[in-house]
């Protein structure tokens, strides 16, 4: 396993605070977007139903932001990397993660050169929980982000995004989980668990995955999917 030092510090201090932004952020919010749609586009013509989740759903994009698209059910990995290579887009990297021991194993593709556009999927079922997470830092289907929809979701730093006209409005999250998950549609329980986790990847400065096996792009995940089997047991 390899881990990394997360790029975004859990903010301790609570604040209410409305952000406007610039032209400059308005166009970055726009190309990447863009790119997510793109992305969408190739999959959704495959039949699939993907949404792209964290900032590019919210709208509090920086610079340093990725574009995630997950097709949030099973799919058959040789079946997608086809709709990929169809849809003119090419695998440079291959993940298999799995966050926690109890957690859903999965696989992620890394489409550029930074692994900074990814598209992700289970590859057993996730728990209700699990899909919740993806709600708690905010989602948008295809649909929602062709017609310009943002919406409200968590940030790595523990900021509640609120999406308005004028960019966003900022609430702390720790303290507040009850009106966190009032806003988001979730249960108390999934804000207090990514609060949990969040933190303490703050604190020990990993990304708290349990496993994550990176993988040479031209071997076929079904291979390294029977050898993960192999070596671990979900829930062990």
């Known amino acids: 396993m390899s881990y990394k030092v997360p790029r975004h510090k859990v903010v301790r201090v609570p604040e209410f605070r409305d952000v406007a932004y610039d032209d400059e952020r308005w166009e970055l919010l726009g190309r990447l977007r863009a790119v997510a749609a793109e992305l969408m586009r190739v999959l959704v013509?495959?039949?699939?139903?993907?949404?792209?989740?964290?900032?590019?759903?919210?709208?509090?994009?920086?610079?340093?932001?990725?574009v995630d698209v997950l097709i949030p059910y099973v799919v058959a990995p040789a079946v997608v990397e086809a709709c990929l290579e169809r849809g003119g887009l090419k695998i440079?990297?291959?993940?298999?993660?799995?966050?926690?021991?109890?957690?859903?194993?999965k696989a992620l593709y890394e489409l550029d050169p930074e692994g900074r556009v990814t598209v992700s999927f289970p590859l057993e079922d996730?728990?209700?929980?699990e899909l919740e997470f993806y709600r708690f830092g905010g989602q948008v289907s295809y649909e929602e982000l062709l017609g310009?929809?943002?919406v409200p979701g968590v940030s790595k730093s523990l900021v509640l995004i609120v999406p308005t006209e004028l960019g966003h409005r900022e609430?702390?999250?720790?303290?507040?989980?009850?009106?966190?998950?009032?806003?988001?549609?979730?249960?108390?329980?999934?804000v207090r668990e990514r609060v949990k986790v969040l933190s303490r990847r703050d604190e020990v400065g990993r990304t708290g995955l349990f496993?994550?096996?990176?993988?040479d792009p031209s071997v076929p995940l079904e291979e390294a999917v029977k050898e993960v089997s192999r070596r671990t047991r979900r829930g062990a």
């Open 211 to 215: 496993l994550r096996i990176v993988l």
């Open 171 to 190: 609430a702390p999250v720790v303290g507040y989980e009850h009106y966190v998950a009032r806003i988001l549609g979730i249960s108390v329980d999934t």
């Open 45 to 66: 013509e495959c039949g699939y139903g993907p949404v792209a989740h964290g900032s590019v759903a919210r709208g509090d994009v920086v610079r340093e932001s990725d």
């Open 148 to 150: 310009g929809v943002r």
């Open 126 to 129: 996730f728990s209700p929980s």
């Open 92 to 105: 440079l990297g291959k993940l298999v993660v799995r966050a926690t021991p109890k957690s859903a194993l």
